[in-house]
């Protein structure tokens, strides 16, 4: 994993440092995701307007390639490209000829030759991005959305946007994340974004099993107890249990699991009173999260949904226009 990450850093931006490909947060630096979130902030206002479109992207192809099943960040990419005036195309893998016996670079080649100028790339295995990175075509840029437990780069971008909109600064923060940790893309991605923003203090809160080993070393505060960690932070960041990633029971059951880990109401009460309840979806009510807590007025679950849109036309229209100039 390491390895992959390293390597990453380096494939993802061109020699004057701007992102080329979008892999992962690491390696990035705190200007360079200011510049993220100003841009979507600026494409905000086109998902508001009557007419929702821009013409940056006209002419430009972006290919959907997802071996796993997403809702919100295939469909949430769909629309930012087309928001762009992009033609996009969804390649849904489970229909399509790599389950005829065709290797994926065979397929990324023939997709190549239909002139993608971007693959977004979902993959349940960590580094599938990268290698699609490191054996594409020199003029096509890859995104990564969300490969096994490695990195989910624009997650984390829309995650900092919507904190932004709620808080005035990122040093001040105490900021939670909460639930399966180990076999989060999410969490990993999200840690690396909040320390590269200067946040004050960050509370990781999972069960021993549900935790990366030697995670203090990411220089964070570990609890085991949700109340305590919970206590006086300003957003708190749900994540939901991967049993598709679980190789082992990892957990007693989903209702010993909510009993002692599930956000509710009580336990949202130990945070401050203006804290902001975070989760990329999909939930899971009763499992991690309350339905009350879900849908209350400290939930931005659905606002982080509509930044994914304004995130995602950020990320494909800053690499088109590196490559261009
Ligand atoms: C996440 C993912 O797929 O990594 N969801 C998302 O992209 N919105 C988190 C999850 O599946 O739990």
Do not use: W
Not at 70 to 91: C, G, H, P, Q, W
Not at 142 to 147: K, M
Not at 172 to 188: E, M, P, T, Y
Request: neutral net charge; charged residues 20%; proline residues 3%.
């Amino acid at each position: 994993m390491i390895e992959i990450m390293n390597k990453s850093q380096l494939l993802q931006l061109d020699n004057h440092g701007r992102l080329r490909h979008f892999l992962t947060i690491e390696g990035l630096n705190a200007p360079l995701i200011q510049s993220l979130l100003d841009k979507a902030e600026g494409f905000l206002d086109i998902s508001r307007q009557p007419i929702k479109k821009s013409s940056l992207l006209q002419g430009k192809t972006v290919t959907n390639l997802f071996f796993e099943p997403s809702t919100r960040t295939r469909t949430t990419f769909e629309l930012a490209a087309k928001r762009l005036s992009a033609d996009v195309m969804n390649i849904n893998i489970a229909t399509s000829s790599t389950t005829k016996g065709e290797s994926l670079l065979d397929t990324l080649r023939n997709l190549e030759a239909m002139h993608t100028d971007i693959f977004v790339v979902r993959h349940d295995q960590s580094g599938a991005a990268h290698f699609i990175a490191e054996y594409v075509d020199k003029n096509v840029a890859v995104i990564n959305g969300g490969d096994g437990r490695h990195a989910h780069p624009t997650q984390a971008i829309l995650d900092m946007l919507t904190i932004r909109q709620h808080k005035s600064s990122f040093e001040n923060l105490r900021v939670a994340i909460v639930g399966d940790i180990l076999h989060s893309r999410v969490a990993r991605s999200e840690l690396q974004a909040l320390q590269l923003l200067g946040v004050g203090e960050i509370h990781v809160i999972a069960p021993k099993t549900l935790l990366p080993r030697f995670i203090e070393q990411y220089g964070v505060k570990v609890f085991y107890d949700l109340s305590e960690g919970l206590r006086d932070v300003d957003v708190v960041m749900m994540l939901r249990l991967q049993k598709e990633r679980m190789l082992s029971a990892l957990l007693p059951n989903e209702q010993e699991y909510y009993r002692c880990y599930g956000l509710t109401e009580e336990r949202l009460a130990c945070a401050k009173p203006d804290a902001i309840v975070m989760h990329p979806g999909p939930i899971n009510r009763h499992v991690e999260i309350a339905p009350s807590v879900a849908d209350g007025k400290q939930s931005v679950i659905l606002q982080q949904v509509s930044n994914g849109i304004a995130v995602r036309m950020a990320v494909m229209a800053m690499i088109m226009e590196n490559r261009s100039s």
